[in-house]
């Protein structure tokens, strides 16, 4: 098959590392991708949101499957623009529809579906411009912490959760008045504050069957011992060491066969991942959030744990046909750990020249935000490369990861030094 993956950050390398070990995989295009999977497959200058462009590619170079990896394109409508085109409508596309999309697109739309299906969720209420002062008498019935989320794309940055209540109302003020997030923040989500420890469980789903892929947990602040600002992530454990049976029956009972039949009752179509942000509540699973495609960086540890084809799976998707295929997890715990550019997430300078990739043994690299440039690879981006072992436990695929990553150098790289300390 001829394949085109559209993304550019670590989850789109490790997809493309693990589809083109497939023997169903001949050609692998990524539009863009990056200095990483310029090495192992063909990078096309084509922006993922583009759709005419990509049309054109797909039709000029006979691709018959369409992988999608960021959220833009999905809640901007790329499976409904292949489906309704003639030309097009017969290649299938891994992601959901638009509808389908608005579970990321949008926090208002998605505690609706949560709250529709009786799935365990936090409280909330929703405001705009017009009556941020009633979002402000909402705040003052709650217990802090308080939770405002901009109820569109933020780019994993759109969550503020602040302990006093007269700084929850002056950021409720800037989001909605000021536009703090963009047009993100039109909207704003104020959510009542769960107290737990927090998870992600992903599901591969054709919209009736799914299949639960191994958990993992990421780390989202730039800060040892979770401090400072948020990140779209620093690293992430797979499997999550607390989540026992009991647990992961829950979450599947409670949450993700409701789900997917939610999908049904409400006429979504949707072929692709969900990724549902959850919280452990003295033994409880509570939704914090969907999201609708792989996270990153827990892709990093996710999809190196997966023994079945990759595609074939992505084929059953397609085709409506997971249930008859068998997962195969490897047993091995994964970590990955995320090197970023100095300053991240908020001013920080590109094109710094990284070298050491060469002396990495034992451990997986995944390109983040890469470019090469003159048989150079270069920093293109705020996250810049992630670091993934295996190990019998995750203590040792750390160590492993930690190893690798001194001998990596580039002008005022950052890492954090204490991912998995909490699961000790």
């Known amino acids: 098959m001829t394949i085109l993956l559209l993304g550019s950050g670590g989850r789109e390398h490790a997809f493309a590392w693990k589809m083109i070990q497939s023997p169903l995989c001949d050609t692998l295009f990524v539009a863009p991708g990056n200095a990483g999977t310029a ?17 054109d590619f797909v039709l000029k170079e006979k691709v ?3 992988v999608v990896g960021p959220e833009d394109p999905l809640v901007k409508g790329i499976y409904d623009f292949f489906l309704n085109d003639a030309g097009l409508k017969d290649i299938p596309v891994i992601g959901p529809s638009t509808i389908g999309a608005q579970l990321e697109g949008s926090k208002e739309f998605a505690k609706e579906f949560l709250f529709r299906h009786n799935i365990p969720t936090a409280a909330y209420d929703s405001f705009t411009a017009e009556t941020v002062e009633q979002g402000c008498q909402f705040l003052e019935t ?15 940055k759109g969550v503020l959760i602040i302990q006093d209540l007269a700084e929850a109302k002056e950021e409720l003020r800037n989001m ?3 536009q703090k997030f963009g047009t993100a923040s039109a909207k704003v989500v104020i959510e009542e504050f769960l107290d737990g420890i927090e998870l992600s469980c992903f599901v591969l789903t054709d919209g009736k069957s799914y299949k639960i892929l191994p958990t993992a947990k990421d780390y989202k602040r730039i800060g040892e011992g979770d401090t400072g600002l948020n990140t779209g992530g620093m690293g992430a454990v797979s499997p999550v060491p607390f989540v026992d049976t009991v647990l992961m029956e829950k979450i599947e009972t409670r949450i993700v066969k409701p789900t997917i039949d939610g999908f049904q009752k409400d006429g979504i179509a949707y072929k692709g991942f969900v990724f549902i942000g959850l919280i452990n509540v003295k033994g409880e699973p509570i939704v914090i959030e969907y ?15 997966l023994k079945t084809d990759l595609v074939e799976l992505f084929l059953a998707v397609a085709n409506e046909k997971l249930d008859q295929i068998a997962l195969e997890v490897d047993e091995r715990s994964a970590t990955t ?9 908020e001013e920080f300078e590109k094109g710094k020249v990284i070298t050491g990739l060469e002396n990495i043994t034992d451990s997986i690299v ?15 981006g705020g996250r810049v490369l992630t670091v993934t072992s295996y190990g019998d436990n995750f203590e040792e695929a750390i160590k492993k990861s930690y190893q690798n990553i001194a001998k990596l150098q580039f002008d005022k790289m950052y890492f954090r030094r204490d991912i998995g300390n909490d699961l000790k």
């Open 142 to 156: 709650l217990q802090p912490p308080y939770v405002l989320k901009a109820d569109g794309l933020a780019a994993g």
């Open 337 to 345: 750990i995320m090197v970023v550019s100095g300053g991240y997430p």
């Open 291 to 305: 999201n609708v495609r792989m996270g990153d960086p827990e892709t990093e540890v996710v999809i190196p744990r």
């Open 39 to 55: 090495a192992i497959a063909n990078n096309i200058n084509i922006n993922p949101t583009d759709f005419p462009a990509i049309k």
């Open 176 to 178: 909605l008045v000021h």
């Open 64 to 66: 018959e499957m369409v």
């Open 366 to 380: 995944f390109h983040a935000g890469t470019k090469l440039e003159n048989n150079q690879v270069l920093s293109n």
